[in-house]
């Protein structure tokens, strides 16, 4: 499955101009589908914006991401398009694991930009453990120029299906959406965000909090 981008009709985008910025609708900033074969190497953003990624140890099929829990990642170098800034934005990851952090991982980094001493803040999505390590949760978190936010789910993702996580966040605060349902909100004012990090998947810029499990898709929608 695939997330498709279509042109915007003529008429839609005059009545979109004449309504205002309130109107505006959001724009893909990177889509990554994951469906490379083996051996490619390159993870390939299909938005138009050119964040492509490179591999670190990932095994692929042609349709999902395989990662080890020691070495896999992927790595997209740091660009304009991935910073939101002050505006409104989500990134989402669609993934399946049956495997819940332990003590000594911490936790599952599925997607993350910029770390928590990064300049400019940073925002990133986790497979999160409960006190004792029996649940693999959902996990939302940003930091930004006036404030930061938190969300952390209650429900099992750890459980050997497939499960989307998307974070969202506004001059509100943070929403969490697990599968398409809101399951958290956090008010709070966060600021702009917008650092000079790499955007990662399935661990840290600096290595750690590595993935254990399959990955489909990922995106991140500014607007």
Avoid at 83 to 109: E, L
Wanted: proline letters at 5%.
């Amino acid at each position: 499955m695939r997330w498709h981008r279509f042109a915007m009709p003529p008429l839609l985008a005059l009545a979109l101009l004449t309504l205002g910025p309130a109107a505006a609708l959001a724009a893909t900033a990177a889509h990554w589908g994951m469906n490379e074969p083996a051996g490619t190497g390159m993870m390939f953003d299909d938005s138009g914006n050119g964040n492509d990624g490179t591999w670190q140890n990932i095994t692929a099929n042609g349709a999902t991401y395989q990662f080890n829990g020691s070495t896999s990642r992927v790595v997209v170098p740091d660009d304009p398009s991935l910073d939101p800034g002050s505006r409104p934005f989500s990134y989402r990851v669609k993934f399946k694991t049956s495997v819940v952090p332990s003590a000594t991982v911490g936790d599952f980094d599925l997607l993350r930009k910029g770390l928590g001493s990064t300049t400019g803040g940073y925002f990133k999505v986790e497979v999160y453990p409960n006190a004792d390590h029996t649940k693999g949760r959902a996990l939302c978190q940003l930091q930004g120029t006036t404030g930061a936010a938190k969300l952390v789910g209650s429900a099992n993702l750890a459980n050997g299906a497939w499960h989307t996580i998307r974070c969202a966040k506004d001059s509100s605060g943070l929403t969490m959406f697990v599968d398409g349902s809101k399951v958290g909100f956090k008010a709070a004012s966060i600021g702009s965000i917008a650092n000079s990090a790499p955007l990662t998947i399935g661990a840290k810029s600096t290595g750690g909090d590595w993935y254990t499990g399959r990955m489909d898709q990922a995106a991140v929608t500014i607007g």
